[in-house]
């Protein structure tokens, strides 16, 4: 139990809400004082003493009842639990372009659709909220009135969980740094995880740090450092922000399970959940980590559930048991891969040590092909990255890799591996990519502005044009690494594109392929999603990603690219036609 000098927890609360003393809560409680004929101060601290002693008793005195627990949990859910009517139009339009991309076609969003989203949203923020309420009402939670009040209302504040690089870098790289996002009207995340040992260790610290600043300062000792991974300053500084937000993330992911050689032990096992099983076993093996899954909660874990089977790794903790969440497959039915297994890492990357493992559980499913680069990939980095933390320098093999020059590096997380962008940081890239090109670094471009300069060979980076309707007088670089985006386009008249391009084209408004020459290969996907004619249109050899034709009403005379990474958009074609097409182009992950 936290033991701190008397009232000075309620200075502390004082000092961070300066009129919640005034507020109407605590001035009623004096006036019930008052009519009832006890003393009563006008001190702040002793007035936030009084009204969290009736906070107490209300909830401690009936946590056992029930209908007065209901009650209390629904005033919190009716105060800080987003409305439906709050839940912003983006979110829905999210949800549309997530299904597309997993291959899902265009969802319509119905009333109905929005419904059911919005009660999922809805009931996953009472859920979270309402773990925190049972947690700081029992035995378990043996902390004074004032740290019970002061998490409770930061975690409200507190929105979405974020693992990320930090900036200092020691012997094994980058520090590890997590943050919550602030919480706003129209958050539709969950509250935050909580976590039994963070929170203790969190409340502990700031409560030495309070009891330390009350000494005369001859008498101040440095406070012991609890934590793993920051040194003396650094932890001396976060104590300064008094932030629960920051304390706590960062003792989050300082769980030693999840420290570098708590993941460096990869032994355990797979546990599966099956299709159309009650979600509650899934979700409770996940609370408490710091996991950016959805799956944690359990309108997504039911969902999820009722899509198809579902896989999790657990990694041993120091007792030897299997508990430590490490991978995630959902499975489409039973025999399909989802959407792409998830790690632990930022972004739900796979972290540094567990990729054989998943590599091994791949080999169990008929669609593991689709994966197999995905996990090279991933290896490839990691190797790298050993080289780079052990001072060697990057080959012209490894920078090739790094850059993305000849494919995409794929992996299995939301955003692209952070150990990548850590390892060109602080690099020339126009100096690296010369060299690697032998091109001349003025030929070389990094911004929009260079791109279209003229005369550009390689432009390193991504092109959004979106909001051009005409490529008169557009000169673009002969190859681009990245995306480039045209979608405002209606008419080629005019327009030249790079010969390669190594993430996707853009050109879904354009309705007829009368001027247009693609280029020879694309590294994403290609959307050419208005044209309802393939006259004269030749397809790039390769894409990497879909190829979306949906509005096209003939195949006649098309031939296919020899390689398509992802799936084949054919919507308007008649099923004999798509038939036909399976069994000309066998290669083809998906024809739809």
Same mark, same amino acid.
């Given at each position: 139990?936290? #033991?701190?000098?008397?009232l000075?927890?309620?200075?502390?609360?004082?000092q961070?809400?300066?009129?919640?003393?005034?507020?109407?809560?605590v001035?009623?409680?004096q006036e019930?004082? !008052?009519?009832?004929?006890?003393?009563t101060?006008?001190?702040?601290a002793?007035?936030?003493?009084?009204?969290?002693?009736v906070?107490?008793?209300?909830?401690m005195? $009936?946590?056992?009842?029930?209908?007065?627990?209901?009650r209390?949990?629904?005033?919190y859910?009716?105060?800080?639990?987003?409305?439906?009517?709050?839940?912003?139009?983006?979110?829905?339009?999210n949800q549309?372009?997530?299904?597309?991309?997993?291959? $899902?076609g265009?969802?319509?969003?119905?009333?109905?659709?929005?419904?059911?989203?919005?009660?999922?949203?809805?009931?996953?923020?009472?859920?979270?909220?309402?773990k925190?309420?049972?947690?700081l009402?029992?035995?378990?939670?043996?902390?004074?009135?004032?740290?019970? +009040?002061?998490a409770?209302?930061?975690?409200l504040?507190?929105? !979405?969980?974020?693992?990320?690089e930090?900036?200092?870098? =020691?012997?094994?790289?980058?520090?590890?740094?997590?943050?919550?996002?602030?919480r706003k !009207?129209?958050t539709?995340?969950?509250?935050?995880?909580l976590?039994?040992?963070?929170?203790s260790?969190?409340?502990s610290?700031?409560?030495?740090n309070? =009891?330390?600043?009350?000494?005369?300062?001859?008498?101040?000792?440095?406070?012991? =450092?609890?934590?793993?991974k920051?040194n003396?300053?650094?932890?001396k500084q976060l104590?300064?922000?008094?932030?629960?937000?920051k304390i706590y993330?960062?003792?989050?992911?300082?769980?030693?399970?999840?420290?570098?050689?708590?993941?460096k /032990?990869?032994?355990?096992?797979?546990?599966k959940?099956d299709?159309?099983?009650?979600?509650?076993?899934?979700?409770?093996? %996940?609370?408490?980590?710091p *996991?950016?899954?959805?799956?944690? #909660?359990?309108?997504?874990?039911?969902?999820?559930?009722?899509?198809?089977?579902?896989?999790?790794?657990?990694?041993?903790?120091?007792?030897?048991?299997?508990?430590?969440?490490?991978?995630?497959?959902?499975?489409?039915?039973?025999?399909?891969?989802?959407?792409?297994p998830?790690?632990?890492?930022?972004?739900q990357?796979?972290?540094?040590?567990?990729?054989d493992?998943?590599?091994?559980k791949?080999?169990?499913f008929?669609?593991?092909?689709?994966?197999?680069?995905?996990s090279s990939?991933?290896?490839r980095?990691t190797?790298?990255?050993?080289?780079?933390?052990?001072?060697?320098?990057?080959?012209?093999?490894?920078?090739?890799?790094? +850059?993305?020059?000849?494919?995409k590096?794929?992996?299995f997380?939301?955003?692209?591996?952070p150990r990548?962008?850590?390892? %060109?940081e602080?690099?020339?890239?126009?100096?690296?990519?010369?060299?690697?090109l032998?091109?001349?670094?003025?030929?070389?471009?990094?911004?929009?502005?260079e791109?279209f300069?003229?005369d550009?060979?390689? $432009?390193?980076?991504?092109?959004?044009?979106?909001?051009?309707?005409s490529?008169?007088?557009?000169? *673009?670089?002969?190859?681009?690494?990245?995306?480039?985006?045209?979608?405002?386009?209606?008419?080629?008249?005019?327009?030249?594109?790079?010969?390669?391009?190594?993430?996707?084209?853009?050109l879904?408004?354009?309705?007829?392929a009368?001027g247009?020459t693609?280029?020879?290969?694309?590294?994403?996907?290609?959307? *050419?999603?208005?044209?309802?004619?393939?006259?004269?249109l030749?397809?790039?050899?390769?894409?990497g990603?879909d190829l979306? %034709?949906?509005?096209l009403?003939?195949?006649?005379?098309l031939?296919?690219?020899?390689?398509?990474?992802?799936?084949l958009?054919?919507?308007?074609?008649?099923?004999?036609e798509? /038939?036909?097409?399976?069994?000309?182009?066998?290669? $083809?992950?998906?024809?739809?």
């Amino acid at each position: 139990m936290i #033991n701190i000098m008397s009232l000075e927890g309620e200075r502390f609360i004082h000092q961070k809400e300066g009129k919640l003393h005034t507020s109407p809560p605590v001035e009623h409680e004096q006036e019930r004082r !008052k009519r009832a004929g006890e003393e009563t101060s006008q001190k702040p601290a002793e007035k936030l003493e009084n009204w969290m002693d009736v906070l107490e008793r209300t909830h401690m005195g $009936h946590r056992d009842d029930p209908k007065v627990m209901e009650r209390i949990k629904n005033h919190y859910h009716k105060q800080h639990v987003i409305a439906p009517e709050e839940i912003p139009e983006g979110y829905f339009e999210n949800q549309r372009q997530l299904a597309r991309e997993q291959g $899902h076609g265009d969802i319509e969003i119905t009333d109905k659709y929005r419904n059911e989203q919005s009660e999922i949203i809805v009931n996953d923020q009472k859920k979270s909220l309402d773990k925190w309420v049972n947690y700081l009402i029992s035995d378990d939670a043996n902390y004074p009135s004032w740290a019970k +009040y002061w998490a409770f209302q930061s975690m409200l504040k507190m929105g !979405k969980f974020k693992k990320s690089e930090g900036e200092e870098q =020691n012997s094994e790289g980058k520090k590890e740094a997590a943050s919550f996002a602030k919480r706003k !009207k129209d958050t539709i995340v969950p509250f935050p995880m909580l976590n039994a040992r963070a929170l203790s260790e969190t409340l502990s610290v700031v409560e030495a740090n309070i =009891n330390e600043k009350q000494k005369a300062k001859k008498d101040r000792e440095p406070i012991t =450092n609890t934590s793993t991974k920051l040194n003396d300053t650094e932890f001396k500084q976060l104590l300064s922000t008094e932030s629960f937000s920051k304390i706590y993330a960062q003792f989050l992911i300082e769980m030693p399970e999840y420290s570098t050689e708590g993941l460096k /032990e990869t032994r355990g096992e797979w546990v599966k959940y099956d299709q159309g099983s009650a979600p509650e076993a899934l979700v409770k093996s %996940l609370e408490g980590y710091p *996991l950016e899954w959805c799956t944690a #909660n359990i309108a997504a874990a039911r969902t999820q559930l009722n899509g198809g089977d579902f896989y999790v790794y657990y990694s041993i903790d120091d007792t030897g048991e299997a508990k430590i969440p490490r991978l995630a497959i959902r499975m489409d039915g039973n025999n399909k891969i989802g959407e792409d297994p998830r790690g632990i890492a930022s972004d739900q990357n796979l972290d540094p040590y567990i990729g054989d493992v998943l590599e091994e559980k791949l080999n169990e499913f008929p669609d593991k092909e689709a994966y197999k680069k995905k996990s090279s990939d991933m290896k490839r980095v990691t190797k790298i990255e050993d080289r780079y933390k052990a001072g060697e320098e990057l080959s012209k093999e490894d920078l090739s890799f790094l +850059y993305e020059l000849d494919e995409k590096i794929e992996g299995f997380g939301h955003g692209k591996d952070p150990r990548i962008e850590e390892m %060109l940081e602080g690099r020339d890239p126009k100096e690296d990519l010369s060299d690697i090109l032998n091109i001349p670094k003025e030929r070389i471009s990094t911004t929009k502005e260079e791109a279209f300069s003229g005369d550009i060979a390689y $432009h390193h980076g991504d092109l959004y044009l979106d909001s051009l309707t005409s490529a008169e007088g557009l000169t *673009l670089p002969e190859s681009i690494g990245g995306n480039l985006d045209l979608d405002g386009l209606t008419s080629a008249e005019g327009l030249t594109l790079p010969e390669s391009i190594g993430g996707y084209l853009n050109l879904r408004s354009l309705t007829s392929a009368e001027g247009l020459t693609l280029p020879e290969s694309i590294g994403g996907y290609l959307y *050419l999603d208005s044209l309802t004619s393939a006259e004269g249109l030749t397809l790039p050899e390769s894409i990497g990603g879909d190829l979306d %034709l949906r509005s096209l009403t003939s195949a006649e005379g098309l031939t296919f690219p020899e390689s398509i990474g992802g799936d084949l958009d054919l919507l308007s074609l008649t099923s004999a036609e798509k /038939e036909k097409l399976r069994k000309k182009y066998p290669q $083809h992950n998906s024809i739809f």
